[in-house]
């Protein structure tokens, strides 16, 4: 097909993701491995942009904002996992108002989390070998 726009699930189902042109697009969705959604991200052209949520194993929200142009903008909100709102920062191109940038481990983990999923390949280069696309994107 001719059709250079797809969404994939990995093996187990852990990421369910969207490509076009080979680049991340839309909605992706990464999973814990209890099944739990552990992150949701807009992304464009395979750069951040639009919502972003995070959530704990238990399925608590932890961290909520957007992107745009891959970087922070706007209101973040960062929770516990109770669920109890730990803290606001206002972000204007990727850098927070307060300048005591990210003591906050969600704030961090995210950034990591958001990086891994930004550095994994087309899925369509590992169709032989879900194994390694596994060991690739630290989903195994």
């Known amino acids: 097909g ?13 990421l369910i993701s969207s490509w076009v042109n080979g680049k991340p697009e839309g909605e992706w969705k990464l999973y814990y491995d209890n099944g739990q959604l552990r992150m949701i991200a807009g992304l464009k052209a395979g750069k951040l942009d ?39 920062k206002n972000y204007r191109a990727g850098i927070s108002d307060t300048a005591e940038e990210d003591e906050l481990e969600e704030s961090r983990q995210l950034d990591v989390l958001l990086s891994t999923v930004k550095k994994i390949p087309d899925p369509a280069v590992f169709a032989d070998d879900p194994e390694g696309y596994m060991k690739l994107t630290g989903m195994e």
């Open 2 to 14: 001719s059709n250079p726009s797809r969404r994939t699930k990995s093996p187990r189902n852990r």
């Open 50 to 88: 639009g919502e972003v949520k995070t959530y704990s194993y238990q399925g608590i929200l932890r961290s909520e904002g957007r992107y745009r142009n891959d970087r922070k903008e706007g209101t973040w909100v960062f929770f516990d996992d109770s669920g109890v709102e730990v803290k606001r």
